[in-house]
């Protein structure tokens, strides 16, 4: 019966996302991540992982910093036109970004060593963030 249980979990663990996409800048990683909610709808799941090095030589510590937030179907529109105004916005103020020479410099290896995998298992800090009040 407990492993019947444990066989459940693991499946539905390893159905948790339906489609990833990440995107690698420099120390940081986006992963844009369909998930299927208990009534079988598809939502968005927005996770920044950040690389934080503490500590020289023998006493470096490294944790991943992640910050979610979960987009839902019916907000898709509104929140795609909201991102498009803002970064509208930031163009006219300030133009088109530059590329940071820090990214150029980090080779494929380099930016995948920051984290290879979106499982919270590599998490060791996960700070409180904005959306985070609210109960999705």
Do not use: C, W
């Not at 820090?102 to 930016?111: A, F, N, Q, R, V």
């Amino acid at each position: 019966m407990e492993e019947e249980k444990r066989k459940i979990v693991l499946e539905k663990k390893s159905n948790d996302i339906i489609y990833s996409k990440s995107i690698k800048a420099g120390k940081r990683i986006y992963y844009l991540d369909v998930k299927k909610s208990r009534n079988d709808d598809l939502f968005l799941a927005i996770t920044e992982s950040k690389k934080r090095v503490f500590g020289a030589d023998e006493n470096v510590q490294v944790t991943f910093e992640k910050h979610k937030i979960f987009l839902y179907k019916e907000d898709f529109k509104k929140f795609m036109e909201g991102m498009q105004e803002v970064i509208d916005f930031v163009v006219a103020e300030q133009g088109e970004a530059e590329p940071r020479s820090h990214y150029d410099e980090l080779s494929d290896e380099e930016t995948d060593s920051i984290v290879d995998t979106n499982e919270d298992t590599v998490e060791v800090e996960e700070k409180k963030g904005f959306f985070d009040k609210f109960k999705f």
